[in-house]
C-alpha cells in the first residue's frame, strides 16, 4: 500500500502545473550556476597550474552545484510539500483514507515517499549536469558520490519536515508558511551557531556540509535518520488523533 499510495502523489503532483513549473526553473537556475562555475573554473586555470594540488572540477563546480541545489530544496519542498495531507483534511477525505485498509503507517510513508522520490528526480537532474563534466576531465566520484548521499538524505529530511506541517492543519497555505519558517530557521540556525560548538550539531546544513566534504561517517547519517523517524512519527501521532477524534 505504500508504494501505491507514493504512486497516487507522484500521479497528483505530476498532473499539477507547479511540478512541471517547479522542474523547468530549478533547472534553468541550476544550469546557470552550473555554467558559470564552469566558466570560474576555465578562467582560474592558469593560476591552477602553478599550486602544487590544485583543487579539481569535483571540488570547485560539482560540490557548489549540490550546495546551491540544497539551498534551493530548502525553499520548494515546503510548497510541494504543503497540500499532502492539509489539503486531504480541507476537502474532508481524510476520513476516507482512515476507513480504507490502510495502516497509518502507510499513510505517512507513502505520502512521504512520494514526495521524496519527486525531490530525487531534481537531484538527478543536477547529477546529469555533474556527469557531463567526464566528458571534459576525470571527476573525483568519492566527493561525488558523497555529495550524492548528502543531498539526498537532507531532502528526505526536508519531506518529512513538510509532511508533518501539512499534517497540522487544514490549509495547505499555512502549512507552506509554517514549513518555510522552520526550513529558513534551519539555515539561520547554520549561520548563527557556527561558533556554538553542540548547537551547530544541529543543524541540518552542517551535517550536509560535512558529508559534501567527503566526510560520510555514521554520526551524520544516523543525524538525518533521527531527523526522518522524528517528524515522520509526530506526523504519524497528528493523523491518529485525528482519527480518534473523527
Same mark, same amino acid.
Request: aromatic share 10%; charged share 10%; hydrophobic share 60%.
Given at each position: 500500500?505504500?508504494?501505491?499510495?507514493?504512486?497516487?502523489?507522484?500521479?497528483?503532483?505530476?498532473?499539477?502545473?507547479?511540478?512541471?513549473?517547479?522542474?523547468?526553473?530549478?533547472?534553468?537556475?541550476?544550469?546557470? !550556476?552550473?555554467?558559470?562555475?564552469? &566558466?570560474?573554473?576555465?578562467?582560474?586555470?592558469?593560476? !591552477?597550474?602553478?599550486?602544487?594540488?590544485?583543487?579539481?572540477?569535483?571540488?570547485?563546480?560539482?560540490?557548489?552545484?549540490?550546495?546551491?541545489?540544497?539551498?534551493?530544496?530548502?525553499?520548494?519542498?515546503?510548497?510541494?510539500?504543503?497540500?499532502?495531507?492539509?489539503?486531504?483534511?480541507?476537502?474532508?477525505?481524510?476520513?476516507?483514507?482512515?476507513?480504507?485498509?490502510?495502516?497509518?503507517? &502507510?499513510?505517512?510513508?507513502?505520502?512521504?515517499?512520494? !514526495?521524496?522520490?519527486?525531490?530525487?528526480?531534481?537531484?538527478?537532474?543536477?547529477?546529469?549536469?555533474?556527469?557531463?563534466?567526464?566528458?571534459?576531465?576525470?571527476?573525483?566520484?568519492?566527493?561525488?558520490?558523497?555529495?550524492?548521499?548528502?543531498?539526498?538524505?537532507?531532502?528526505?529530511?526536508?519531506?518529512?519536515?513538510?509532511?508533518?506541517?501539512?499534517?497540522?492543519?487544514?490549509?495547505?497555505?499555512?502549512?507552506?508558511?509554517?514549513?518555510?519558517?522552520?526550513?529558513?530557521?534551519?539555515?539561520?540556525? &547554520?549561520?548563527?551557531?557556527? &561558533?556554538?560548538?553542540?548547537?551547530?550539531?544541529?543543524? !541540518?546544513?552542517?551535517?550536509?556540509?560535512?558529508?559534501?566534504?567527503?566526510?560520510?561517517?555514521?554520526?551524520?547519517?544516523?543525524?538525518?535518520?533521527?531527523?526522518?523517524?522524528?517528524?515522520?512519527?509526530?506526523?504519524?501521532?497528528?493523523?491518529?488523533?485525528?482519527?480518534?477524534?473523527?
Amino acid at each position: 500500500m505504500i508504494a501505491t499510495i507514493a504512486a497516487k502523489e507522484l500521479k497528483q503532483l505530476f498532473g499539477s502545473p507547479l511540478a512541471w513549473i517547479t522542474l523547468g526553473v530549478l533547472q534553468g537556475i541550476l544550469a546557470w !550556476l552550473f555554467l558559470n562555475q564552469v &566558466d570560474a573554473f576555465l578562467g582560474l586555470q592558469a593560476q !591552477l597550474s602553478l599550486l602544487v594540488n590544485p583543487p579539481g572540477v569535483t571540488e570547485m563546480v560539482v560540490a557548489p552545484l549540490y550546495w546551491a541545489t540544497a539551498l534551493l530544496l530548502l525553499a520548494i519542498t515546503p510548497i510541494l510539500a504543503m497540500r499532502l495531507i492539509a489539503e486531504e483534511r480541507r476537502n474532508h477525505t481524510l476520513p476516507l483514507l482512515f476507513s480504507a485498509p490502510v495502516s497509518l503507517r &502507510d499513510i505517512v510513508l507513502g505520502k512521504f515517499f512520494g !514526495l521524496w522520490i519527486f525531490l530525487c528526480l531534481i537531484v538527478i537532474l543536477a547529477t546529469l549536469m555533474a556527469f557531463s563534466l567526464r566528458m571534459g576531465g576525470q571527476l573525483d566520484m568519492g566527493l561525488l558520490l558523497a555529495n550524492q548521499a548528502g543531498i539526498v538524505l537532507l531532502a528526505a529530511c526536508l519531506a518529512a519536515l513538510g509532511l508533518y506541517f501539512s499534517a497540522l492543519t487544514a490549509h495547505p497555505a499555512v502549512a507552506a508558511i509554517s514549513s518555510i519558517g522552520a526550513s529558513l530557521g534551519l539555515w539561520l540556525l &547554520d549561520i548563527v551557531t557556527k &561558533d556554538l560548538g553542540l548547537w551547530h550539531a544541529l543543524s !541540518l546544513l552542517w551535517h550536509f556540509e560535512r558529508i559534501s566534504r567527503g566526510f560520510l561517517n555514521s554520526a551524520d547519517i544516523a543525524y538525518f535518520l533521527l531527523f526522518i523517524l522524528t517528524f515522520l512519527t509526530l506526523a504519524a501521532r497528528r493523523l491518529d488523533q485525528d482519527r480518534v477524534c473523527g
